[in-house]
């Protein structure tokens, strides 16, 4: 078994689960995931803005894809918070009677941190499990982390968010009605609702990939505020033109997964400007996609 939020299930969080379903596999036992929703920055207070970078059904598909047997998603609120290091693995083992845990080496849980490594290895002899400590994965000499992502996202350099990922970065939504500019353009986008506790990348254009309905095509997606447009402040929004389609979207599920940076959101001086530069846009993805 393995504790932690494991938001993104990045390259760090995925050498821990390797070693969980390894070690379940030989054992001839479950490999258990117990993780957190929400988040407990979120419960304390430490977070407010909208930072996960997948949701919890997301989390789960994925542990589920590494050969994790049952993900347990654990309702994290200001009680739990409050359990000590003993009580919170006194009711783990009550329930799933672990025989083996799996930890990061700056892992700790229990009120004020206090079930450090040294702590969990101690409680093991009471419960009767062994505790492993993974060392961090790096990239170069930081290591890689859900908030160094998160970061590269802002910063909109979706292409070493994804050498942390170990995948290209996913958002997806339903296809919802925009106010339909793209097609008067003669460029029809796909205007996306995305969970509003999502990590979205910084605003600008970017080169992705877009399944639907298990096909992949290639997309030009603009994240922003259309400031060609608006004179007034909007919420941004994910809008994707995928190449070399023309059936109808609404309704439907798009998962884009963001390849890389074209150029950031820009005000154009008029409108046939703003339509040369899309086209140019199509164009050099159309080249990324190839390569």
């Keep these: 078994m393995t504790i932690g939020s494991f938001d993104g299930v990045h390259r760090g969080h995925q050498m821990i689960i390797e070693k969980v379903v390894s070690g379940a596999h030989q054992a001839g036992v479950p490999s258990v995931v117990v993780t957190f929703y929400p988040h407990p920055a979120v419960v304390l207070g430490k977070r407010q803005e909208a930072f996960y970078l997948n949701s919890p059904q997301e989390r789960a598909e994925l542990l589920g894809e590494m050969g994790v047997d049952a993900v347990i998603t654990y309702t994290f609120t200001r009680e739990v918070a409050n359990l000590s290091a003993y009580e919170f693995m006194s009711q783990l083992h009550s329930h799933l009677m672990l025989r083996r845990l799996y930890v990061g080496s700056d892992f700790a849980l229990g009120h004020g941190r206090e079930g450090t490594t040294d702590k969990l290895a101690e409680l093991g002899k009471t419960f009767g499990y062994i505790l492993e400590v993974v060392p961090p994965v790096m990239n170069g000499d930081v290591v890689i ?41 003669g460029i029809p986008t796909a205007n996306l609702s995305i969970w509003s506790e999502r990590t979205i990348p910084k605003a600008g254009v970017y080169v992705c990939r877009a399944s639907i309905q298990g096909q992949t095509w290639g997309a030009v997606t603009n994240i922003g505020v259309r400031p060609t447009f608006e004179s007034v402040p909007v919420p941004p929004r994910v809008e994707a033109h995928v190449l070399n389609f023309d059936r109808e979207l609404y309704g439907q599920e798009i998962h884009l997964d963001f390849i890389d940076h074209l150029r950031d959101e820009q005000r154009f001086s008029s409108i046939q400007t703003l339509v040369d530069q899309i086209h140019a846009d199509i164009h050099h993805a159309r080249e990324i996609l190839v390569n």
């Design 145 to 185: 982390s859900s908030s160094l992502i998160r970061s590269w996202l802002a910063a909109g350099d979706v292409k070493r968010a994804a050498r942390l990922l170990g995948r290209p970065y996913r958002l997806s939504g339903e296809v919802v009605r925009g106010d339909g500019r793209g097609k008067a353009l």
